[in-house]
C-alpha cells in the first residue's frame, strides 16, 4: 500500500510539474541577424546641412520595427529587416531611409542607462546594409514617450538619461561619415494631454528645447566625425502648428542642425480611418501646397534651416488612385522647395512594401513618389 502510494504521489508531483511548465510565458528571443562586421567609416565633409538634404531625395520610413513597443521587434506584424528589404527600397529609388528606433525595452533605466550590445548591433546592421546601397540613413529615439516627459518635474531625469542614450549610440557611430544622421527625438509630447497635437504648452514647449540641447551636447562630446554630424530636432510632436515652430531653439545656434517637421495635411484624408477616402478638389490641393509653402517659408526662407518631413503619408482607404494623384503633388511640391519628404510605411494601414514577399503591394504610390521627385 505505501509502494502504490508513493508512486500516485510522484505521478501527481510529475502531472503539476508538467502543467506548470506548459503554462509558463514563452520567453521572447530577438530575430537572429548576421553578426556586424565592421563599422562604414567615412567622412563629415565641409558641407552646409542645407547641402546635404539637397542630396536626400526622397524617403522611405522602416516604421513598425525598431520603434515597436516591446522586447519582441516582430510584435506589431512585420518581419524582422532584411537585405532583400533594405536593397528592394534602395532600387526602387529612395535615396534615403530612415529607421525608427524604440530603445527603452533594450536599456537600463538607471545611469549609466545602459543599451544591450545585442540590440545596436541589430540597428547597426541595417544602418549597414543602407550605406551600402548608397542610402543616406537616420536613426532617432522614437517610441520612448513614457520617459522622455516634457515637464519641469521629469527634466532633469530625463534629460541625464537622454544624454547617457545618445552617448552609446553616439559612441557606436562615431566613425560613420554625413551621410548617417542623427534625430534627438521623434514627436516629443506629452501624451494624453489636452494640447497632446496642438502645439502643447508653454512648459513643454520650454523643457522640450533642454531636450533637444542635452542630447546635441551629448553627441558632440563623444567627438571625433560627431563633432559635426548633421542632427535632426523636431518641434512639439514634431508639429507645423504656429505654437511649436515659434517656440523651438536651435540648441547653441549649431549650424550642423536640420529641422524634423511631420505633415499628414489634411489628418481627415491621410490618417483618420473615419474620414473621407476623397480628396483632390481645387480647394485641397491649394491647400496641401499652402501647407508646404508654409512651413518651407517659416524654416527655410525665412531662418535658413533646411526641412525633413520625416513622416507623411496616408492610410489605405481602398482608393489607390487618389493617394497617387496626392503622393505626386506632395513629393513635387517638396522636393522643388528643396525640403526631403520620407513616406510613413509601417506595414499596416500606410503600407507600400509587403515585408514578408518582398514586393511593393502598391506599386503605383511608390511609382509616384519616385517620379515626382524634383
Not at 529612395?94 to 529607421?99: N, V, Y
Not at 560613420?176 to 542623427?182: A, C, E, H, M
Not at 536651435?250 to 474620414?275: A, K, L, M
Not at 517659416?298 to 513622416?311: A, D, H, K, M, S
Amino acid at each position: 500500500m505505501t509502494t502504490l502510494l508513493i508512486a500516485l504521489l510522484l505521478l501527481l508531483t510529475q502531472s503539476c510539474s508538467e502543467e506548470e511548465v506548459v503554462t509558463q510565458p514563452p520567453i521572447v528571443s530577438p530575430p537572429a541577424v548576421p553578426v556586424v562586421d565592421v563599422a562604414r567609416p567615412g567622412i563629415i565633409r565641409d558641407i552646409s546641412s542645407s547641402d546635404l538634404v539637397a542630396e536626400m531625395g526622397v524617403g522611405w520610413n522602416l516604421g513598425n520595427t525598431f520603434d515597436v513597443i516591446s522586447r519582441d521587434k516582430t510584435a506589431w506584424g512585420n518581419p524582422a529587416p532584411t537585405e532583400f528589404q533594405i536593397r528592394k527600397v534602395a532600387e526602387q529609388g529612395f535615396r534615403t531611409l530612415r529607421i525608427p528606433v524604440t530603445w527603452a525595452f533594450h536599456m537600463r533605466e538607471f545611469a549609466p542607462y545602459q543599451v544591450e550590445s545585442a540590440f545596436l548591433d541589430r540597428v547597426q546592421y541595417i544602418v549597414n546594409l543602407a550605406l551600402d546601397n548608397q542610402m543616406h540613413v537616420i536613426i532617432n529615439v522614437h517610441h520612448d514617450d513614457e520617459w522622455i516627459l516634457p515637464t519641469y518635474q521629469d527634466s532633469s531625469r530625463t534629460k541625464d538619461r537622454l544624454a547617457g542614450l545618445w552617448t552609446q549610440i553616439a559612441d557606436r557611430f562615431q566613425p560613420y561619415g554625413d551621410s548617417l544622421i542623427f534625430e534627438t527625438i521623434n514627436e516629443p509630447r506629452l501624451k494624453g494631454s489636452p494640447e497632446e497635437w496642438s502645439g502643447g504648452t508653454e512648459e513643454g514647449r520650454t523643457v522640450l528645447n533642454t531636450y533637444h540641447k542635452a542630447a546635441l551636447d551629448a553627441i558632440r562630446a563623444t567627438g571625433g566625425n560627431n563633432t559635426k554630424r548633421h542632427i535632426m530636432i523636431s518641434t512639439y510632436a514634431a508639429s507645423s502648428v504656429p505654437a511649436a515652430m515659434d517656440a523651438l531653439v536651435i540648441p547653441n545656434d549649431d549650424p550642423n542642425v536640420i529641422i524634423s517637421t511631420h505633415s499628414y495635411f489634411p489628418w481627415s484624408f491621410c490618417g483618420d480611418e473615419n474620414g473621407p477616402s476623397s480628396w483632390g478638389t481645387e480647394e485641397e490641393r491649394s491647400g496641401l501646397i499652402a501647407e508646404i509653402d508654409r512651413i518651407y517659408n517659416y524654416w527655410v526662407v525665412e531662418r535658413n534651416r533646411p526641412v525633413i518631413l520625416g513622416e507623411w503619408g496616408a492610410r489605405d482607404k481602398n482608393n489607390v488612385d487618389i493617394r497617387a494623384d496626392y503622393f505626386s503633388i506632395y513629393t513635387r511640391e517638396a522636393t522643388t522647395r528643396g525640403m526631403v519628404p520620407i513616406v510613413w510605411d509601417d506595414g499596416g494601414n500606410f503600407r507600400l512594401l509587403d515585408r514578408t514577399g518582398v514586393v511593393w503591394e502598391f506599386q503605383k504610390l511608390v511609382d509616384a513618389i519616385v517620379d515626382s521627385a524634383q
